[in-house]
């Protein structure tokens, strides 16, 4: 098991040092056609819109035809999108591409959150989903340095080389990730249609719908923390481009240490639920401290606090999600995925237009608030549960 984790985990990180390569460059990228604001914000947001719709099909793609050809597909289609977006003679190109690498990558994380599932006990299932959610932060570090070392010598490099990683990726699943999927489904059944508003609703309706909207409501927040945080600490700290990405590599550092070390001791210690409710309040705590801040020490801190959390919560609800699925792996984490796309497309929606509104401080209230929310319904339907039970 462990050479096939290595490989799933080796995917997770390329895809996610891929993916990192190009974001910072987009709306500089974006500009050089004359794109205006508005449009940039649609561009980024297209791609999670497409995740949002694309997830849970892909999801129940792999149950049908099995875990290792469909991440391939999905690889090998982020590719193409990444050189398409290299090569694009216009505005309505990188739409395309965008739209295009929202799709293919929305089958990354589920499928392969889905293979462990498959290949671990549910016992270990934690400790597994953590490891593949810490080698996406050390992806998320390598990624944008490795960006702006790449952009010095051309803005379209990162993009080129981002396909050729993803190619590369893509291979590697094929020759040397062996198929988890011993028992595939015999029909494959789009449910959702689409357009999955309806899935949407009844998901937050089912017995997942807490854990749904904790996994929305923590996406919300790192895309807000994206728009708001650089735009906060400029104002109040005067942070440059480069401290900010050294607070988001920070970032991404402690998730890392946090999901391959303590997270695993901690649930053994706790248990899954209550370390995913510590972990909820302890991101909202972050979050609504970091307005607050009085220095820069205080607002690391805090920025920190906010990390630790959500890297304890995140990885232990998707594992709370694979061992109590009903339908296929594919399919549940499919759907979990797209509700963390749902949370991507309303964070910058939101930052839009709080921040004209309200003020930059009221996109962390807001945030806090949200997730404080989905623990205290996360809390409620876990005692309705142990109370069942008893």
């Known amino acids: 098991m462990k050479s096939q984790l290595f490989f799933l985990y080796l995917a997770s990180f390329i895809t996610l040092a891929g993916f990192s390569m190009v974001f910072p460059l987009l709306p500089f990228y974006a500009q050089t056609f004359g794109a205006t604001n508005a449009q940039i914000g649609l561009l980024a947001a297209s791609f999670s819109i497409a995740q949002f719709i694309s997830a849970p099909i892909i999801g129940r793609l792999s149950d049908r035809f099995g875990r290792k050809p469909i991440l391939a597909i999905s690889l090998a289609g982020s590719a193409v999108s990444f050189l398409i977006f290299g090569l694009s003679p216009s505005l309505a190109w990188l739409f395309l591409a965008r739209t295009m690498h929202g799709i293919f990558s929305a089958g990354a994380f589920p499928i392969a959150a889905a293979y462990i599932g498959d290949v671990t006990s549910k016992e270990n299932r934690v400790k597994y989903m953590g490891r593949l959610t810490a080698t996406q932060s050390l992806g998320f570090i390598v990624g944008p340095a ?29 020759f040397w990730l062996s198929e988890s999927l011993t028992k595939k489904t015999e029909k494959l059944a789009i449910k959702e ?52 990405g050294f ?87 499919g759907m979990a995925f797209s509700f963390e796309s749902l949370g991507r497309v309303m964070g910058p929606l939101a930052a839009a237009i709080l921040l004209t509104t309200l003020g930059i401080q009221s996109q962390f209230v807001l945030t806090s608030s949200i997730l404080i929310i989905g623990v205290l319904l996360f809390l409620k339907a876990t005692t309705k549960v142990h109370k069942k039970l008893a």
């Open 146 to 174: 490795a960006s702006g070392l790449l952009s010095g010598v051309s803005i379209n490099l990162p993009f080129f080389a981002a396909s050729a990683v993803s190619l590369i990726n893509s291979l590697f699943i094929i």
């Open 193 to 244: 249609g689409l357009i999955n508003l309806k899935a949407v609703v009844n998901g937050l309706r089912g017995e997942f719908g807490t854990l749904f909207f904790l996994l929305s409501g923590w996406a919300f927040a790192i895309s807000n923390m994206q728009v708001a945080f650089p735009l906060f600490a400029e104002e109040k700290f005067a942070f440059t481009g480069v401290q900010n």
């Open 247 to 333: 607070v988001f590599a920070f970032m991404g550092t402690l998730g890392a240490i946090v999901q391959w070390v303590l997270l695993p001791k901690a649930v053994k210690i706790i248990g899954e639920h209550k370390t995913a409710a510590i972990g909820v309040f302890i991101m909202a705590a972050g979050q609504f401290l970091i307005p607050t801040a009085p220095s820069v020490i205080f607002l690391t801190a805090f920025i920190l606090t906010s990390s630790l959390g959500g890297s304890l919560f995140r990885p232990t609800i998707n594992a709370i999600l694979s061992k109590e699925a009903k339908e296929g792996q594919g399919a549940t984490m």
